[in-house]
């Protein structure tokens, strides 16, 4: 019974440039650039509201587990999973809150870390394509992607763990 509950997880598994880098450095790697090219969008709340009006724009879903006894935010945490999951937006689960917080560099009081929206790096708008050009994909956003995609359909999302700097 405990075998089947374990989700396996290679931490090196990644090719390209990240191909020495656990994944919680891939994660990182994502997160700053996103944050320096002002892709990200903050707060559990936010999230939603963004992707209720927007739902092909984000690449990835991070988010932190809810703090024991908070059950309104678990359920909106799951209804957000599955709306991701649903719109082929990649989820992943992250070790801690106050992680994703001093990755970013944030000091603001008050403000939600539970659920971190990296949206596609942005493209030109005068393009007639409405399709994702995946090729302007950074090496650790592709590395990300098939981490993802790699860990799919498991019952549990395995938690990463972010590094602490």
């Known amino acids: ?3 089947d509950s374990v989700v396996p997880l290679k931490p090196e598994s990644f090719s390209g440039v990240a191909a020495k880098s656990p994944i919680g450095l891939c994660i990182k790697t994502v997160l700053l650039r996103a944050c320096i090219e002002k892709r990200l969008t ?18 990835f879903c991070l988010t932190a587990e809810a703090p024991p006894g908070d059950s309104a935010t678990h359920m909106q945490e799951v209804l957000l999973q599955a709306f991701c999951v649903e719109n082929d937006i990649h989820v992943i689960k992250v070790d801690s809150a106050t992680k994703l917080k001093k ?22 708008p005068f393009s007639d394509s409405q399709e994702i050009d995946l090729s302007i994909l950074t090496e650790s956003e592709k590395d990300l992607i ?6 799919w359909g498991y019952s549990q999302m395995p938690v990463i763990k972010l590094p602490e700097k």
């Open 1 to 3: 019974m405990y075998k």
């Open 42 to 59: 903050v707060g559990l709340l936010p999230a939603i509201q963004y992707l209720s009006s927007n739902c092909n724009g984000a690449l």
């Open 103 to 124: 990755l970013l560099g944030c000091c603001s009081i008050g403000v939600d870390f539970s659920c971190v929206l990296v949206h596609y790096p942005y493209t030109d």
């Open 146 to 151: 098939d981490h993802c995609e790699t860990n």
